[in-house]
């Protein structure tokens, strides 16, 4: 499907004074929903994660409903065609938040085109999409604008639980109240099971057939950090408590479940994909250590022959080694370094 930008939207015929909010409060959010959308990898349940705790989060500044609900409660009261719009401008596929012209707008960006990160934006797309439109045939949403029929609250051939709430309220007070809490615990929840519904498999298979490659996170051998049992899930990764995060080498990956060698415990470990954090820091240093260490044998086999210069290294590396020399050595670095000072 292709996500239609701002510019084509613009020749629609829309709701302006309800996509006006919703396209303003996108350019606002923009920069940290696709900032924090760089940081993922490339695992669809971390990008589950992200909807459920960024996109999909009424707590959090990023997600897509709180313009409209904020929007929807100032209003001292609502008639029904008011209650039932509420729903559209989040449901409908083309003019709400889960929409093109709400959520397509941003995954339209261009920081989101380029090869690193279409296989993120595609699979958020695909998560919403697919919880979307399982919760418009579970709530019975209308998606043809012609067939909504505000007039009527006993047909039940769009929001019937809603209508039948907006049928018993008192007042357009009542009626605002009562369509909030379908919001708050009817349909936002049905959208967040649904996401969490949707299955690994079944993001890699669609992309697959779009020809869209999704590089793993992790392979065996590489090193990973995992969760054991005294992760803290309130707490950020730099304070876990001591021994929440672990450390081993990937030996298998069975379909969700990897296998983890813990040289500490001397153990395989199993742990679920959810509970990699991803690859070790230490993977890092030692393929920098590892390349630190190359080039200094290239730059040593080149002087092997030149006894003299070979005696100097020699000398440079047992004063390199004296701890009673690191004053000096810094100041040695600072002259090789160009004359800036190395960093901490």
């Not at 292709?2 to 303003?24: C, H, L, T």
């Not at 992200?50 to 959090?60: C, E, G, H, I, S």
């Not at 997600?63 to 409908?92: R, T, Y």
């Not at 934006?121 to 579970?138: G, Q, S, W």
Request: glycine content about 6%; hydrophobic content about 35%.
């Amino acid at each position: 499907m292709r996500v239609k930008r701002y510019s084509d939207i613009q020749a629609e015929p829309v709701n302006e004074e309800i996509i006006g909010k919703i396209v303003n409060f996108f350019k606002n959010m923009w920069n940290k929903a696709i900032a924090e959308l760089e940081k993922l990898g490339n695992d669809p349940n971390d990008v589950k994660d992200y909807a459920l705790k960024n996109t999909l989060n009424l707590k959090d500044d990023t997600n897509l409903f709180s313009q409209l609900i904020s929007d929807f409660q100032k209003l001292p009261g609502a008639n029904d065609q008011a209650c039932l719009d509420l729903i559209a401008n989040m449901l409908d596929k083309d003019t709400g938040s889960m929409g093109k012209q709400g959520i397509g707008v941003m995954l339209s960006d261009k920081r989101l085109q380029g090869e690193d990160m279409k296989g993120k934006r595609r699979m958020l797309e695909y998560i919403l999409n697919t919880a979307r439109d399982k919760t418009i045939v579970e709530v019975k949403f209308q998606i043809d604008p012609k067939k909504r029929n505000p007039d009527n609250l006993d047909d039940t051939t769009h929001l019937p639980d809603l209508k039948k709430a907006l049928k018993a309220a008192a007042d357009e007070v009542k009626k605002r109240d009562v369509t909030l809490n379908f919001v708050n615990t009817i349909l936002v929840p049905k959208i967040t099971n649904n996401v969490k519904a949707v299955k690994e498999e079944d993001v890699r298979g669609q992309l697959s057939k779009e020809g869209i490659e999704i590089p793993p996170d992790f392979e065996v051998k590489d090193r990973v950090k995992y969760k054991t049992k005294k992760y803290d899930e309130t707490k950020d990764e730099d304070n876990q408590p001591e021994g929440g995060i672990a450390e081993g080498e990937v030996r298998k990956i069975e379909g969700n479940v990897v296998t983890i060698f813990n040289a500490k415990l001397n153990a395989e470990i199993k742990k679920t994909k959810d509970d990699i954090i991803g690859k070790s820091t230490v993977e890092e240093e030692r393929a920098e250590e590892t390349e630190a260490a190359k080039q200094t044998a290239e730059t040593l086999g080149k002087m092997k022959q030149d006894e003299d210069k070979m005696k100097s290294v020699n000398k440079f590396a047992q004063f390199l080694q004296d701890e009673k020399n690191k004053d000096k050595v810094a100041e040695i670095e600072k002259i090789l370094s160009g004359g800036e000072k190395p960093e901490a």
